[in-house]
């Protein structure tokens, strides 16, 4: 029986151990945790969210939302457990935070092709397949390996999570249930700024104290998750036309749209916590709750999460990756997840997809596939193997991933809608053809 490791229990090497299993490949999946716990993660189990409990929009004329309609075609396990623990979020998909990362675990655990064994791997096994989704928290010994595996340095960033409060510590005289543009049902709680309330926490966030980075001199923001503080510092008016943007907010206590919003999206199933929007942060402890403070309704707000920031590495993919997820230098090694470069929850999903489809492909006798450029996941996988490797940066899905359509269509709504129909068709075809389960 050959052998098949697949280093880290994240969205990624759970998704491709499962999609292994699936095809009758026996797997051992290395998750370290609870015996060795890193800086971001509160438990043991699989495939647990660490940031936000959003997988974003659900729409398939979105760029998130179709690659998550294309995952479900493809019978991700991580966009069935996501379906499966749902918490009203509007127009996103939004997960029960801990009842969705059980779920995983369990049916991983249950699985009988996949093994989990509890402990940490500290270098890159030299026989046998392996699948490298250890995670942007990647660190010490086994960094240090994958270090010497690329022959390339690794670049480091910091990424921040958001602060999540109770229900019941909200002022609701002050705060109100609300979905922007009233699209689907109320299911976030807004809380209003006038200008100088507004104003009053701007400057505050733009003093207030920050954790210290564990690197000096490396704090390097992702775009896409960029600290709250470090927004605020870019200009008086860069969070209010961002997270707090007023638009499509009409305050029922007053009859009128403010000047900003903060938006409060619900955290678990029971919808007794929520956590922040855009409010990820490396702010202390204590100069958090002095921002909540400054925030009207959540002057009493009970902190249950703090916001926290920790350090994130990837690889450079372009130099080193197929784009079926394995090694150029390598084709024995695969990588997925975040450290592949792929930023955010589903992103990694699609990469884990990618490499136990392709990785049990070769084991059955067939050629790996590259999916069609056409599709979100086909435009991701491009992206992290084809872009240009000195300025490579980590990349959410995105319709600039995706090539446009000929004849160009002028309006924004139809062009999306036309990108949309086109890929899950050429997903659909794409999975016929090369007789992948979806």
């Known amino acids: 029986m050959t052998s098949i490791k697949v280093i880290g229990g994240g969205l990624a090497g759970a998704e491709a151990s499962y999609q292994l299993a699936e095809r009758g490949h026996k797997v051992t999946l290395f998750e370290m945790r609870p015996k060795v716990e890193t800086k971001a993660h509160q438990t043991g189990d699989l495939a647990e969210l660490v940031c936000s409990n959003s997988l974003r929009s659900a729409d398939v004329t979105n760029g998130a939302g179709l690659l998550k309609e294309e995952l479900r075609r493809c019978d991700s396990l991580i966009i069935r457990m996501a379906d499966l623990h749902r918490v009203p979020a509007g127009g996103a998909l939004a997960v029960d935070r801990l009842g969705f990362s059980r779920g995983v675990t369990e049916a991983i655990e249950k699985h009988p092709n996949i093994e989990i064994i509890r402990e940490e791997i500290k270098e890159i096994p030299q026989e046998g397949y392996v699948i490298v989704a250890s995670g942007p928290l990647t660190e010490g010994a086994l960094a240090e390996s994958i270090q010497e595996l690329c022959s390339e340095d690794y670049f480091h960033f910091f990424d921040a999570a958001a602060p999540v409060v109770t229900l019941e510590s909200v002022n609701m005289d002050k705060a109100w249930w609300a979905s922007r543009y009233d699209k689907g049902d109320a299911d976030y709680i807004n809380c209003p700024l006038n200008q100088e309330e507004y104003e009053a926490l701007v400057a505050f966030l733009i003093q207030a104290e920050k954790h210290k980075p564990e690197i000096e001199g490396e704090e390097q923001y992702f775009e896409g998750c960029m600290p709250v503080e470090e927004m605020a510092r870019r200009g008086a008016q860069t969070l209010s036309f961002g997270p707090l943007k007023p638009v499509g907010l009409v305050n029922p206590h007053t009859g009128k749209e403010e000047h900003a919003v903060v938006q409060l999206r619900i955290d678990n199933k029971e919808r007794t916590l929520f956590n922040l929007v855009g409010f990820q942060t490396s702010l202390t402890f204590g100069e958090q709750k002095k921002m909540m403070a400054l925030i009207p309704g959540l002057e009493n707000a009970e902190i249950v999460r703090y916001g926290v920031m920790h350090q994130n ?126």
């Not at 070769?362 to 790996?368: A, F, Y």
């Not at 999916?371 to 193997?385: C, D, Q, S």
């Not at 872009?387 to 899905?397: G, S």
Request: proline share 6%; hydrophobic share 40%; net charge positive.
């Open 313 to 438: 590495s990837y690889i450079k993919s372009p130099l080193l990756l197929n784009p079926d997820g394995s090694m150029k230098n390598h084709e024995r090694i695969y990588f997925a997840g975040q450290i592949t470069g792929v930023e955010g929850y589903i992103e990694s999903t699609a990469s884990g997809l990618v490499a136990g489809v392709n990785l049990a492909r070769i084991l059955d006798g067939d050629e790996p596939v590259c999916f069609p450029k056409t599709t979100a996941i086909g435009g991701l996988m491009g992206y992290i193997t084809e872009a240009e490797a000195k300025d490579f940066q980590p990349m959410h899905i995105n319709w600039g991933l995706i090539p446009k359509m000929m004849p160009k269509i002028r309006k924004k709504k139809l062009r999306n809608e036309a990108l949309a129909k086109r890929a899950l068709e050429d997903m659909d075809n794409f999975l016929q053809e090369n007789r992948i389960r979806g």
